[in-house]
């Protein structure tokens, strides 16, 4: 992983975050601190493309940080890794909560299709979470990790525990998919 | 130059980054850009979409929570020093091997826990120089399997062959470690009560009616030998007629 690499970034080097981490791990109350503020920042930016409304990604996240220092004592190995796979894990366990419940109605899904007054960018956020919802959960996931939070290939392939010749083959076929589905959806608002 | 498409994307991907165009990019693989140039145009609109901040309410909101939490769980499991961990492991591993043992003094032979109490005692022994000390575990071990074969006839109403020839071997093995006895010594004394506890463990059997041809001969040894220490204690006793003395020396090698 490269020193000054994109995992770090929000101002925390390698060594820091790792000294952060050993702290927290002792519930340092400072250390604590910074790294769920840390930890918030990273998750909240791969949560809130992957869900419908805002409010889903900030409890998501909550959860996930909580999940996080339930089990920090515990542990082990790449930390960011760690965490995205326990996000990974509760956005897959939101979304089965929510088919369970029926939550999905055609209200709620009128209620995230913006009107002609709202900006450009909202509307093709919109239009980027819907997408995603639609790709299988790895599509997603590199989809996130490499063009909304800036992640390298071999970054995404420790995070996911894959190799990066893998990643590059999800990465293909998630656009791929992507195009698709925006192209039948820009079609279907058309006719 | 790469072959697969998806490698040829993830480059031209990272070409970009460096700040190349898509055009001047896929000039190198023109049998790909009309599949490539609409994913390259979506991944870098992807990429413009906007980062989106938390609010400091839901990172003010999340952070009590995990104070919350962070509290009960301090509660619940203090933090512990490496040291201390290892040291409660050694502690339970002894606990458990101490309370193991102590259980498994109580068993007979056919017990689960009877190998355990046989591979105690042979450490004992086994870490023993001393010949006189050597001697000492012979006879406590011929005195356990007295023991063991009157609790054998208690618990189990049968007698174990092995046991009986063991517990013989024992006592002849712990003299011969003994020698030269002084026949003022507690050893000597010593040989004596366990003698006779064997005989009367023997004579307990007879008495339940086993009249086996082992056993019989075991309390004709007994005999034997508590004569012969008898004589061993007062030699003047040798001038007398001593028929069981030759058999004695025979079993015993004294």
């Known amino acids: ?191 | 130059m790469p072959q697969k498409i998806d490698e040829i994307l993830d480059l031209v991907l990272q070409e970009i980054e460096k700040g190349k165009s898509i055009e001047d990019c896929l000039k190198d693989y023109p049998q790909f850009v009309t599949e490539l140039e609409p994913l390259l145009h979506l991944a870098l609109a992807i990429r413009e979409l906007p980062k989106p901040q938390p609010s400091s309410e839901a990172i003010s909101r999340s952070l009590v929570k995990i104070s919350e939490t962070k509290e009960r769980t301090t509660q619940l499991v203090p933090f512990q020093p490496a040291w201390v961990r290892i040291a409660a492991v050694i502690l339970l591993v002894v606990l458990i091997g101490w309370s193991t043992l102590a259980l498994s003094k109580s068993s007979v032979p056919g017990d689960v826990l009877y190998p355990i109490k046989i591979m105690s005692e042979k450490t004992q022994y086994a870490l023993t120089l001393n010949p006189k000390r050597k001697a000492l575990f012979h006879l406590r071990f011929a005195d356990k399997r007295t023991e063991e074969l009157a609790l054998c006839l208690k618990r189990k109403n049968r007698i174990d062959k092995n046991l009986l020839n063991t517990m013989l071997n024992e006592a002849r093995t712990a003299l011969k470690f003994a020698e030269p006895i002084d026949r003022e010594s507690d050893f000597l004394k010593a040989v004596q009560g366990v003698n006779q506890k064997q005989l009367a463990v023997l004579c307990e059997i007879m008495k339940c009616g086993c009249c086996r041809e082992d056993v019989l001969a075991a309390l004709k040894l007994c005999y034997e030998r508590e004569y012969c220490i008898q004589y061993r204690a007062n030699p003047k006793l040798k001038e007398e007629y001593n028929p069981y003395y030759e058999a004695w020396n025979r079993s015993c090698n004294w």
């Not at chain 1, 390698?14 to 601190?33: M, Q, S, T, V």
């Not at chain 1, 930016?45 to 999940?67: H, I």
């Not at chain 1, 515990?74 to 509760?90: D, E, K, P, S, V």
């Not at chain 1, 190799?163 to 076929?173: D, H, L, M, P, S």
């Open chain 1, 1 to 191: 992983m490269k020193a000054n690499s994109s995992i770090f970034n929000n101002d925390t080097s390698p060594d820091e975050l790792a000294k952060l981490i050993k702290d927290a791990k002792r519930y340092r109350g400072e250390a604590l601190n910074r790294l769920c503020k840390f930890v918030y920042n990273k998750i909240f930016g791969y949560t809130y493309y992957r869900v419908q409304q805002r409010e889903d990604a900030e409890d998501l996240t909550s959860e996930v940080l909580l999940k996080m220092v339930r089990s920090l004592k515990t542990q082990h190995g790449n930390f960011l890794a760690w965490i995205y796979r326990i996000a990974n894990n509760t956005i897959i366990d939101f979304y089965r909560r929510r088919a369970k419940r029926s939550e999905i109605s055609i209200e709620s899904l009128k209620q995230d299709i913006p009107s002609a007054e709202v900006s450009r960018d909202i509307l093709t956020e919109n239009k980027m979470r819907k997408a995603l919802a639609h790709l299988t959960p790895d599509q997603a996931q590199v989809i996130t990790l490499r063009f909304l939070q800036d992640y390298t290939n071999q970054e995404v392939a420790q995070i996911m525990g894959k190799t990066v010749g893998a990643v590059k083959v999800i990465q293909y076929r998630a656009l791929k998919a992507l195009k698709e589905y925006l192209a039948k959806e820009d079609y279907a608002t058309k006719n």
